[in-house]
C-alpha cells in the first residue's frame, strides 16, 4: 500500500503513541479436554483467523481426562493395577497443544490441577470435578511439572518453549474451590514449581498468584478466606465509596523476594462484578463503576513497580464484564459496548487482558440451557457470532499507532502499512459511570435498550489519499443483535438447522457501508451512532 502522508485530524497534526493490542495477546478457554471437540477446534481456528489472537490459556491440563499422571493402570473391568512408580503419559496433551500451535497461537500454559492419585482432596469443583488440592507428596508434583515441560521441550524446541509463559494455578485464593490449602501452601507450590521451571531452563517464564478480583476488605487477609470480614462490604450503600485492592499481590511478591523465587509476570483476574456475603450468609451481587478495571490496573502497576518484581509483566488470565457464565448479559450488544470501552481504556496498562473465553463450548456448569445462556463466549456452542465476537473484531483492525484517544474511540495507523483505521461507541452517557452489570435473563437485559442519546461522531481526517475506499461497520440494536433475534423468535431451546442457520446470518448481517476519499484527501466523518452502537473504519484493500 503506498505509504501514507502526515495525518491532520480536525486540523491538527498529532503525534503518535503505541497502541498495544492487548485484548488479542491471550484469550481463556475452560478446560483442556474440551479442546479435543471438532467444534472446539474449529471455532478457535475461526478465532485466530479473525481476531488475532496469540496465545490460549486454560484450566485442567493435569485433571484425570487428561491421563498424563498415572499411579495406576488398568482395562476398565476391576480395579487398576498399582504401578511400581507413576507413569507420565502425553497422547492426549499432545493433541491440544500440536492443534494450538498448528493454528498459529501458542499455549498460556496454566499448571494445574491436581491429578486424583497426587490430591489430598478430590472432586472439589465443577461438573467435570476438578481436584483443587495440594499435592499429597510435592517432590512428585515437582516430577510431573518437570516431565510435562521437558517432553514439550523435546516436542517442540527449547526456542519454541521459551515463549510461552508459565501459570502456577487458577485463583487459589478461592478457597475450598479452587484451593483447598492455605495462602501459604500456594506459595510454596508456587516457589517449588517456579525453580522447578527455572532448573529445566533459565529463561523459562513463570509467574502468578492467578487470583480472583480486588476486594474493598479483609476477606482474604489470612490464611483461607474469612466470609465474615465481607459483611460490611455487602451492607455497602456505595460500593464504588470503598477502598478496592488486589489479592495476595504484594504478599506474593514479598514471599517470594525473600526466597530469591523468580516472577517474570503477575498475573490476576479483574472482574467489576461480583459478590459479598451479608451477615446472614446469603451474597449480595456487587457491580462495580464502568472505569473500574482502569483504575484496578493503574494500582496494580504501582503496586509492582513499589516491588522487588518492577520488571515483571502483568497479564489478566481472566477478564470479562462478569465472572458467570450464565450471565445474560454476555451475550448482548451491551457487552460489545462495554468491553470495547474499557479494551481502549485499559490497552496500554497491562501486557494482555485475557478475554474469559472464547467459546461457549465450556462446561465448569455443565452445558449451558439453549443457544442464548450467558455463556462466556465470543461465539455460542453452535458456532454463531454473538456482538462481542465483532467487538473483538473491530479492534483487532486497529493500527499500532494511536493518532487520537477520545472517550468515545480511537483514530489509529498501521506502521507497517500506514492505513488508518478507527473505532467509535456509544456507551450511553444515561449509564454515567455505571457498568453494565449481570442479568439472570435476557429480557432482564433488554431495560438497557431504552438508555441514550444517540452519540453523533465528527472528524475530519486530512492526509489520505484522494480515491481511498473505506468501508464502515455498526454494530448496533438492529444489526448484528443476534440474542435479540433469538428472543423475537420465541428463545428455543434446541433452534432447527434452518433457525441456526437464520440466527449465524442475522448475527454477521452489521450495517455496512463505504466512504471514498474525494480529491481534497479529507475524510469528513459524520455519524449518528445510537445507543450502544460500535461502529469501525478501515481502509479497504
Known amino acids: 500500500m503506498t505509504s501514507t502522508p502526515g495525518i491532520r485530524i480536525d486540523g491538527e497534526t498529532r503525534p503518535e503513541t503505541d497502541l498495544?493490542?492487548?485484548?488479542?495477546?491471550?484469550?481463556?478457554?475452560?478446560?483442556?479436554?474440551?479442546a479435543l471437540r471438532a467444534d472446539w477446534q474449529a471455532q478457535f481456528g475461526e478465532a485466530v483467523d479473525t481476531l488475532g489472537f496469540k496465545y490460549l490459556r486454560f484450566h485442567g491440563l493435569f485433571h484425570d481426562d487428561?491421563?498424563?499422571?498415572?499411579?495406576?493402570y488398568g482395562g476398565g473391568f476391576g480395579p487398576n493395577t498399582p504401578l511400581a512408580s507413576p507413569v507420565h503419559t502425553f497422547s492426549y496433551v499432545d493433541k491440544v497443544f500440536d492443534f494450538i500451535l498448528g493454528t498459529g497461537a501458542r499455549p498460556f500454559v496454566e499448571l494445574g490441577f491436581m491429578p486424583r492419585e497426587l490430591a489430598t482432596q478430590t472432586e472439589t469443583l465443577f461438573w467435570w470435578r476438578a481436584h483443587c488440592s495440594p499435592p499429597k507428596d510435592m517432590a512428585r508434583w515437582v516430577e510431573l511439572v518437570t516431565r510435562t515441560v521437558e517432553h514439550w521441550i523435546d516436542r517442540y524446541g527449547l526456542d519454541e518453549v521459551r515463549r510461552w509463559r508459565f501459570e502456577v494455578w487458577n485463583e487459589p485464593n478461592l478457597v475450598p474451590h479452587f484451593w483447598t490449602g492455605t495462602r501459604t501452601q500456594y506459595f510454596e507450590l508456587y516457589e517449588q514449581t517456579a525453580l522447578a521451571l527455572r532448573r529445566i531452563d533459565p529463561e523459562l517464564r513463570v509467574g502468578g498468584p492467578s487470583t480472583s478480583v480486588f476486594v474493598p476488605d479483609d476477606r482474604y487477609a489470612g490464611e483461607?478466606?474469612?466470609?465474615?470480614?465481607?459483611?460490611?462490604?455487602?451492607?455497602?450503600?456505595?460500593?464504588?465509596?470503598?477502598?478496592?485492592?488486589?489479592?495476595?499481590?504484594?504478599?506474593?511478591?514479598?514471599?517470594?523476594?525473600?526466597?530469591?523465587?523468580?516472577?517474570?509476570?503477575?498475573?490476576?483476574?479483574?472482574?467489576?462484578?461480583?459478590?459479598?456475603?451479608?451477615?446472614?450468609?446469603?451474597?449480595?451481587?456487587?457491580?462495580?463503576?464502568?472505569?473500574?478495571?482502569?483504575?484496578?490496573?493503574?494500582?496494580?502497576?504501582?503496586?509492582?513497580?513499589?516491588?522487588a518484581y518492577p520488571d515483571a509483566e502483568i497479564h489478566l488470565t481472566e477478564w470479562s464484564t462478569s465472572p458467570s457464565s450464565r450471565d445474560r448479559m454476555h451475550d448482548t450488544v451491551f457487552a460489545a459496548t462495554a468491553i470495547t470501552r474499557a479494551y481502549l481504556q485499559c490497552a496500554t496498562l497491562a501486557d494482555s487482558i485475557s478475554y474469559?473465553?472464547?467459546?461457549?463450548?465450556?462446561?465448569?456448569?455443565?452445558?449451558?440451557?439453549?443457544?442464548?445462556?450467558?455463556?462466556f463466549g465470543l461465539v455460542n456452542e453452535q458456532g454463531v457470532h454473538k456482538p462481542t465476537f465483532?467487538?473483538?473484531?473491530?479492534?483487532g483492525r486497529l493500527g499500532d499507532r494511536l493518532l487520537l484517544s477520545t472517550p468515545h474511540g480511537a483514530v489509529t495507523r498501521d506502521s507497517a502499512t500506514s492505513a488508518v483505521s478507527a473505532v467509535f461507541f456509544n456507551y450511553p452517557e444515561d449509564m454515567g459511570l455505571a457498568s453494565i452489570g449481570s442479568a439472570d435473563s435476557y429480557e432482564a437485559t433488554r431495560a438497557l435498550a431504552d438508555l441514550g442519546p444517540h452519540r453523533r461522531i465528527r472528524h475530519s481526517i486530512a492526509g489520505l489519499?484522494?480515491?481511498?475506499?473505506?468501508?464502515?461497520?455498526?454494530?448496533?440494536?438492529?444489526?448484528?443483535?443476534?440474542?435479540?433475534?433469538?428472543h423475537r423468535m420465541g428463545g428455543p431451546i434446541n433452534p432447527s438447522r434452518a433457525e441456526i442457520r437464520h440466527l449465524g446470518e442475522v448475527a454477521d448481517a452489521l450495517l455496512r457501508y463505504t466512504l471514498t476519499v474525494p480529491e481534497s484527501g479529507v475524510l469528513e466523518l459524520d455519524v449518528d451512532l445510537a445507543p450502544w452502537a460500535v461502529m469501525s473504519l478501515r481502509q479497504s484493500a
Open 66 to 72: 487428561m491421563f498424563v499422571y498415572r499411579e495406576s
Open 224 to 307: 483461607v478466606e474469612d466470609p465474615a470480614k465481607s459483611h460490611a462490604t455487602a451492607a455497602a450503600a456505595d460500593v464504588d465509596a470503598l477502598e478496592w485492592r488486589p489479592v495476595w499481590i504484594e504478599e506474593f511478591l514479598q514471599w517470594c523476594a525473600e526466597r530469591a523465587v523468580p516472577v517474570d509476570f503477575v498475573s490476576t483476574h479483574l472482574y467489576p462484578t461480583d459478590y459479598a456475603f451479608g451477615s446472614d450468609g446469603v451474597g449480595v451481587h456487587l457491580s462495580r463503576y464502568a472505569d473500574a478495571t482502569a483504575d484496578d490496573l493503574v494500582l496494580l502497576r504501582d503496586r509492582i513497580a513499589a516491588s
Open 465 to 486: 489519499e484522494p480515491g481511498a475506499a473505506f468501508l464502515v461497520e455498526v454494530l448496533d440494536w438492529e444489526h448484528g443483535n443476534v440474542a435479540e433475534a433469538w
Open 390 to 395: 465483532h467487538a473483538l473484531a473491530m479492534l
Open 356 to 375: 474469559w473465553a472464547f467459546t461457549d463450548v465450556f462446561e465448569e456448569g455443565g452445558a449451558g440451557i439453549g443457544p442464548f445462556h450467558g455463556g
Open 20 to 34: 498495544p493490542h492487548a485484548w488479542s495477546e491471550c484469550v481463556g478457554a475452560g478446560r483442556a479436554n474440551e
